[in-house]
């Protein structure tokens, strides 16, 4: 979910579970959502995105699911492996055509093996 | 494969002194973003371009930011006088007409 202050939510699982992300966004009129995740010293790398107009959209073993009534985001890591350790940040846009976004605060999943 | 690239990636200078960071996006994407991050305040927006022009730099402290594009291929964001609170990790991003940003790999900032 969503961070206050400092501290970023961590979820902590051990490898080949599968993973949950959760992520509450706050702008209705979003048409457009995207997950990116961000190793220790590097820039946030896309993972997947989703449009206003679908619920559901898979990757390679990653699923965001989207509930427009409670604004609601999840990233869904399937098998995790420790290569999944990083923070992940949900982003929304609010502005179509022009592709700005507004990042979460992120979390942070630890993959222990 | 084509990436975002940043220089530096660390500078360490003294309050008051100039900073020039640098960014050349991938090769024909007409969007580019700079991003500040802390741990206090997340990824924050301070400006983008598109086709070189500046569309929004609501974002960035007028006062000592600076944002330009002199060229399809280079990207500057400039602080003067630099002051211990802009230490943060500097991101620029480029797009093409979408929504998907690709990031570099960030200049890291520290102000003493």
């Known amino acids: 979910g969503e961070s206050v202050g400092l501290h970023l939510p961590t979820l902590s699982v051990q490898e080949g579970d599968n993973s949950i992300i959760n992520c509450a966004y706050s702008n209705s009129a979003s048409d457009y959502f995207i997950w990116y995740k961000q190793e220790s010293g590097k820039g946030p790398q896309f993972i997947i995105d989703?449009?206003?107009?679908?619920d559901k959209r898979q990757g390679q073993r990653v699923t965001v699911l989207l509930n427009k009534t409670v604004k609601h985001l999840s990233l869904q890591i399937a098998a995790t492996q420790p290569g999944d350790s990083a923070v992940y940040f949900c982003a929304e846009s609010q502005d179509s055509g022009y592709s700005t976004l507004t990042f979460g605060k992120g979390t942070m999943l630890l993959v222990s093996p | 494969d084509a990436r975002v690239t940043q220089t530096p990636r660390h500078k360490v200078t003294e309050m008051g002194q100039e900073v020039t960071m640098r960014c050349q996006p991938i090769l024909g994407h007409n969007t580019v973003f700079w991003y500040r991050q802390t741990m206090m305040q997340g990824l924050e927006l301070l400006a983008y371009f598109r086709n070189r022009a500046p569309l929004d730099d609501s974002g960035m402290p007028k006062d000592r930011f600076s944002a330009e594009m002199p060229d399809a291929t280079l990207a500057t964001l400039k602080i003067q006088p630099s002051e211990p609170r802009d230490s943060a990790v500097y991101f620029c991003a480029s797009g093409f007409s979408g929504y998907e940003q690709y990031f570099g790999p960030g200049t890291r900032l520290t102000v003493t």
């Open positions: 989703i449009r206003s107009n679908m």
